[in-house]
């Protein structure tokens, strides 16, 4: 009884960690641009003009040479002190 309940339990935190994410994605391409629960059709329209606006390219660039470089960072510090542990 208590794996069901721990399986159960499991995909209920799933579900309220990935639930809002697959609605999100999905409501991305509502072509409503004013009420987005309303649904007015399926579109790609604003991911065109994500794709054109130069500014948040721009961020998208700046955000992910961040993480990269925090990561690689990251990496090197807990290797060195990791090899110094033992």
Do not use: C, H
């Not at 130069?54 to 060195?80: C, K, P, R, Y």
């Amino acid at each position: 009884m208590t794996r069901v309940f721990k399986t159960l339990y499991a995909f209920m935190i799933y579900g309220l960690l990935y639930l809002p994410i697959i609605v999100l994605i999905i409501y991305s391409f509502n072509d409503s641009r004013y009420n987005p629960v309303a649904w007015q059709g399926f579109t790609t329209r604003w991911y065109v003009e994500l794709l054109g606006n130069g500014q948040l390219l721009n961020a998208a660039f700046n955000s992910s040479l961040v993480a990269f470089m925090s990561a690689t960072i990251a990496t090197i510090i807990s290797t060195f002190g990791a090899v110094g542990f033992f």
